[in-house]
T-cell receptor, first 115, second 112 residues
Framework: DTAVSQTPKYLVTQMGNDKSIKCEQNLGHDTMYWYKQDSKKFLKIMFSYNNKELIINETVPNRFSPKSPDKAHLNLHINSLELGDSAVYFC??????????????FGSGTRLTVV | GEDVEQSLFLSVREGDSSVINCTYT??????LYWYKQEPGAGLQLLTY?????DMKQDQRLTVLLNKKDKHLSLRIADTQTGDSAIYFCAESRGQAGTALIFGKGTTLSVSS
């Protein structure tokens, strides 16, 4: 049973397209996150939702829009894709948003390549 | 600032001990974590330490925390080739809705 699952695992698309990445967790966690890992492996928080409510919205282009239909799902929609959006996007979840004791559980990542 | 600092590379021989160092930023951070990322994979939580602890040992892993200097280290005893990966230090303020702040990762290369 996969705890945090992301789809698709790989996504290759052309500049200007709109794409979505889906994330689901079956851990009963309250808080979900999107992180971006760039080509240098640096991980940066993008968004966080707690019980379907947006908590963190870092300086991310407004072409990126998270959507949380319920607390088990957090999807990421990207409009007008640019070359610089190429990265690995990780979804994560935590029990109560604090990460205490158990840290965060990460999905296996979605490698987005914009050509 | 928000930067959690780590050295970028470490190379050791199989059987040696590895020590990966990290300097974090916020003295109010309550939990500090070590994550491991193997090539093409997600992040796996290795261990964590609460800020009121100095040391935590878990099999081959030893975490040392110097809160005064905001310095965290991860020691891997008897390093194996399977330990080759990127190791990330991360800090959590422990407040609901806050995110983990990650270091840039240390690439550990183990040669046989």
């Amino acid at each position: 049973d996969t705890a945090v699952s992301q789809t698709p695992k790989y996504l290759v698309t052309q500049m200007g397209n709109d794409k979505s990445i889906k994330c689901e967790q079956n851990l009963g966690h309250d808080t979900m996150y999107w992180y971006k890992q760039d080509s240098k492996k640096f991980l940066k928080i993008m968004f966080s939702y707690n019980n379907k409510e947006l908590i963190i919205n870092e300086t991310v282009p407004n072409r990126f829009s998270p959507k949380s239909p319920d607390k088990a799902h957090l999807n990421l929609h990207i409009n007008s894709l640019e070359l610089g959006d190429s990265a690995v996007y990780f979804c994560a979840s935590s029990r109560d948003g604090t990460g205490n004791y158990y840290g965060y559980t990460f999905g296996s990542g979605t490698r987005l390549t914009v050509v | 600032g928000e930067d959690v600092e780590q050295s970028l590379f470490l190379s050791v021989r199989e059987g040696d001990s590895s020590v990966i160092n990290c300097t974090y930023t916020d003295s109010s951070s309550t939990y500090l974590y070590w994550y491991k990322q193997e090539p093409g994979a997600g992040l796996q939580l290795l261990t964590y330490i609460f800020s009121n602890m100095d040391m935590k040992q878990d099999q081959r892993l030893t975490v040392l925390l110097n809160k005064k200097d905001k310095h965290l280290s991860l020691r891997i005893a008897d390093t194996q080739t399977g330990d080759s990966a990127i190791y990330f230090c991360a800090e959590s303020r422990g407040q609901a809705g806050t995110a983990l702040i990650f270091g840039k990762g240390t690439t550990l290369s183990v040669s046989s």
